[in-house]
């Protein structure tokens, strides 16, 4: 079956500990995303790649990481410089930079 | 910059009709999405307006206005399982924009 995944449903970090968040797609699309999801507020943009080797920075970068090494695998890596990480962290492919396809989720939460 | 409103939270009985409504301003528009999003869930696509006017999809409508930077979703016959969160997403030059989502609770 063709989709988004996105491993694993839960994670757990201790203090200042970096934990990466996997998103892999088998759908060919060449742009994928990160977005983050805090309670009562809108999906708010990390990083996004258009294109393997690439990626820019989105509205809220700073404490975050990714690579974009394969088309179909985008990590996100939460670093310790990222001070609220606790968060509903979704993941999205596009082939045509229009409409995005969501991954189930990781939730993130400081122990 | 990028301002997406729409209402926090609606309330309609089973078999009714609700409209949700999402204006905006933003630095640059290619198109509006609908999103619906259960709660722990990811969203999933509901439509895409590009052109002004109504898109029609069974039970569901999305009407866009560009000059008035205004969209609405319709929910006709509304069903249980249509008690969810509801986003309104703006795109730009292959970014999204989202609004913090209406809430709508379906009551029997």
């Known amino acids: 079956d063709g989709g988004i995944t996105q491993s694993p449903k839960y994670l757990f970090r201790k203090e200042g500990q970096n934990v990466t968040l996997s998103c892999e797609q088998n759908?060919?699309?060449?742009?994928m995303y990160w977005y983050r999801q805090d309670p009562g507020q809108g999906l708010r943009l990390i990083y996004y790649?258009?294109?393997?080797?690439?990626?820019q920075k989105g509205d809220i970068a700073e404490g975050y990481s990714v690579s974009r090494e394969k088309k179909e695998s985008f990590p996100l890596t939460v670093t310790s410089a990222q001070k609220n990480p606790t968060a509903f962290y979704l993941c999205?492919?596009?082939?045509?930079?229009?409409?995005?396809?969501f991954g189930p989720g990781t939730r993130l939460l400081v122990l | 910059g990028q301002n997406i409103d729409q209402p926090t939270e609606m309330t309609a009985t089973e078999g009714a009709i609700v409209q949700i409504n999402c204006t905006y301003q933003t630095s640059g528009f290619n198109g509006l999405f609908w999103y619906q999003q259960h709660a722990g869930e990811a969203p999933t696509f509901l439509s895409y307006n590009v052109l002004d006017g109504l898109e029609e999809k069974g039970r569901f409508s999305s009407f866009l206005s560009r000059s008035k930077g205004y969209s609405y979703l319709l929910l006709k016959e509304l069903q249980m399982k249509d008690s969810a969160s509801y986003l309104c997403?703006?795109?730009?030059?292959?970014?999204?924009?989202f609004g913090a989502g209406t809430t709508v609770t379906v009551r029997a």
């Open positions: 999205a492919s596009s082939i045509d930079g229009d409409t995005q396809y």
């Open positions: 759908l060919n699309h060449d742009a």
């Open positions: 790649s258009q294109i393997v080797n690439d990626f």
């Open positions: 997403a703006v795109t730009n030059d292959y970014k999204l924009s």
